[in-house]
């Protein structure tokens, strides 16, 4: 039980120990050691526990005596919004129709398996664990699920779709879990353990598939058929993402601004790329000339790497700092399921397991265009994510062991990252006009996440004097078709992005929300005595991640 301390990194150092036991997945992603062979509860009840500590640590954190101590005031206001905001969730009943096609427990259950340690028998002997007992953890995900149906809770049909098709892959032929087989055959584990494993891929595909039935069969005629959530749960989802309150119509006609102003700049960078083709001649040609794109997986990892790598050994101590536990970015392709796109894991708390950079691609995928691709590095690994989280895990002696394992601000987090593309191309990084042409690409598609977001789940119309379908309601196709239409991508790519904005409404925003506020602040700080850039990113990477307000007082609040 956590108990009155006078110091808040004791206190979070407890905090993060119960939230390891209670919720043994969260455990696994912080690189918690003890229980790696386990799941937690589930349904409802676990919740209820897990709303008890977030109660309890808030309580703990009020009877804490008064402190003028920097370090000790920002570890108690982070966990405090921390705490504050995931107890929200809980209270609102997030739990309880949390079903989505890319951050629900419906991916977290296959995805953790990624993160597991797989070089000891003991390993083996948790992953065996974690197998063997999915269909429990997944039973207990359904009462909660029910319990939302039972109080009139459920998400949208096109979410619950993804996700049985998602559920499919996992329960079928060439599934994840078969791959398991495999690493354990290779890790040389014993006979009875090799046998533990594929008794336990065995229920875990079976699990998937009790699920699956369970969301077509019962969940599927009770779900809601309008996408969109509406003002008041959009509101609630926006100040969760941002810790910041927006006008979101202001957000949206924002928005619809920077799509005008990009879509020139887009159409002047492929004149760059060649002056005598169409736009629609220069997008093929990205997209399938040889020149262009890589021929296989293992040629498309080795470019992501080797971006990583230069961008790493040019930058390191001339506008970043980097430490030495995060100077190598591990680059992967994603097991099939997945939904498309890249994500970065972490590095582990001792730093055994590198950050990383993964990519999932359709499983038909035969070429990687790369002009997208470089954006997106910078993006998810250095100076993005890689750099960001890795940082935060390296100030042990500044941040609390919350804010350093357990705390995210899609605000700060995803707004930096979209920073770091654009500073890539300030830096000269961006050295082809393909590449150009790839940031703006980039920029373009999460500015239109952003009316496509707000549009969306506030029914906003598109605006009259906009040049994609003026005054039209927003519907599923005509977000699909901007985002193949302006953002290049492909059908599937295209539908995939849109279901994940219906299916987690906000957390779409943050990343140009995010970006434009890093911007404000730096002109902003341009007028301080310390500015320099190296110094400005220092002290935004150095306050770990806090909402976008805080954020504000941090920096502009420095002498």
Same mark, same amino acid.
């Given at each position: 039980?956590?108990?009155?301390?006078? =110091?808040?990194?004791?206190?979070?150092?407890?905090?993060?120990?119960?939230?390891?036991?209670?919720?043994? *997945?969260?455990?696994?992603?912080?690189?918690?050691?003890?229980?790696?062979?386990?799941?937690?509860?589930?349904?409802p009840s676990g919740w209820q526990d897990i709303g008890a500590l977030l109660k309890r640590t808030l309580s703990a954190i009020e009877a804490l005596p008064p402190s003028d101590q920097y370090r000790e005031q920002l570890g108690r206001r982070v966990l405090k919004d921390h705490l504050s905001g995931r107890l929200d969730r809980i209270e609102q009943d997030h739990p309880l129709q949390d079903l989505n096609n890319i951050a629900s427990p419906v991916q977290g259950f296959r995805e953790t398996f990624d993160l597991m340690p797989k070089a000891s028998v003991d390993n083996w002997e948790a992953i065996a664990s974690r197998l063997g007992s999915l269909d429990g953890a997944i039973n207990g995900y359904i009462e909660s699920l029910s319990e939302g149906r039972r109080r009139g809770l459920v998400s949208a049909r096109r979410q619950v779709e993804a996700c049985i098709e998602q559920c499919a892959v996992n329960a079928g032929p060439g599934s994840f879990f078969e791959q398991l087989s495999g690493g354990a055959r290779n890790a040389g584990v014993p006979d009875a353990l090799q046998v533990e494993v594929d008794r336990g891929i065995a229920i875990a595909r079976l699990a998937y598939q009790c699920l699956a039935n369970y969301l077509e069969n019962e969940y599927l005629p009770d779900s809601a058929e309008a996408d969109g959530v509406g003002l008041e749960r959009y509101s609630r989802a926006s100040r969760y993402f941002l810790l910041s309150d927006i006008d979101h119509e202001a957000v949206y006609h924002w928005a619809w601004q920077e799509v005008a102003?990009?879509?020139?700049? *887009?159409?002047?960078?492929?004149?760059?790329?060649?002056?005598?083709?169409?736009?629609?001649?220069?997008?093929?040609?990205?997209?399938?000339?040889? =020149?262009?794109?890589?021929?296989?997986?293992?040629?498309?990892? =080795?470019?992501?790497?080797?971006?990583?790598?230069?961008?790493?050994?040019?930058l390191n101590g001339v506008v970043f700092d980097v430490p030495s536990q995060i100077d190598q970015v591990d680059v992967q392709i994603a097991p099939p399921g997945a939904t498309l796109g890249a994500y970065y894991v972490q590095p582990s708390e001792d730093f055994s397991r590198l950050g990383s950079v993964w990519y999932a691609k359709p499983t038909d995928t035969s070429v990687y265009p790369l002009f997208d691709e470089v954006t997106t590095a910078y993006h998810e690994g250095f100076p993005g994510h890689h750099l960001q989280i890795g940082l935060q895990m390296c100030l042990g002696d500044q941040l609390t062991r919350a804010h350093r394992l357990a705390v995210w601000h899609d605000g700060y987090g995803e707004g930096w990252a979209l920073y770091a593309e654009r500073l890539m191309d300030e830096l000269g990084f961006i050295d082809q006009p393909e590449y150009r042409f790839g940031l703006l690409c980039s920029q373009l598609m999460r500015t239109c996440r952003v009316v496509i977001d707000i549009g969306m789940h506030l029914g906003i119309s598109i605006p009259r004097d906009a040049v994609f379908h003026p005054g039209k309601h927003w519907t599923f196709g005509l977000a699909v078709e901007m985002l193949q239409d302006y953002c290049l991508m492909s059908s599937v790519n295209a539908q995939s992005e849109v279901t994940r904005y219906l299916g987690w409404p906000a957390q779409a925003i943050s990343y140009k929300v995010g970006e434009q506020f890093i911007l404000d602040l730096r002109s902003q700080a341009e007028d301080k005595p310390w500015f320099t850039l190296k110094e400005f990113h220092r002290r935004i990477l150095g306050t770990g991640p806090v909402g976008l307000d805080h954020l504000k007082e941090l920096i502009l609040g420095s002498s």
């Open positions: 039980m956590v108990s009155v301390t006078d =110091n808040i990194f004791l206190l979070a150092d407890r905090y993060v120990d119960e939230l390891a036991a209670l919720q043994p *997945l969260r455990a696994t992603l912080m690189w918690v050691s003890g229980f790696y062979g386990q799941w937690g509860a589930q349904d102003t990009l879509r020139e700049q *887009l159409a002047d960078a492929s004149r760059q790329i060649d002056a005598a083709l169409s736009f629609d001649e220069v997008v093929e040609l990205l997209k399938s000339d040889p =020149n262009y794109i890589a021929s296989s997986e293992a040629e498309f990892l =080795n470019r992501m790497r080797r971006c990583q790598t230069d961008a790493l050994d040019r």
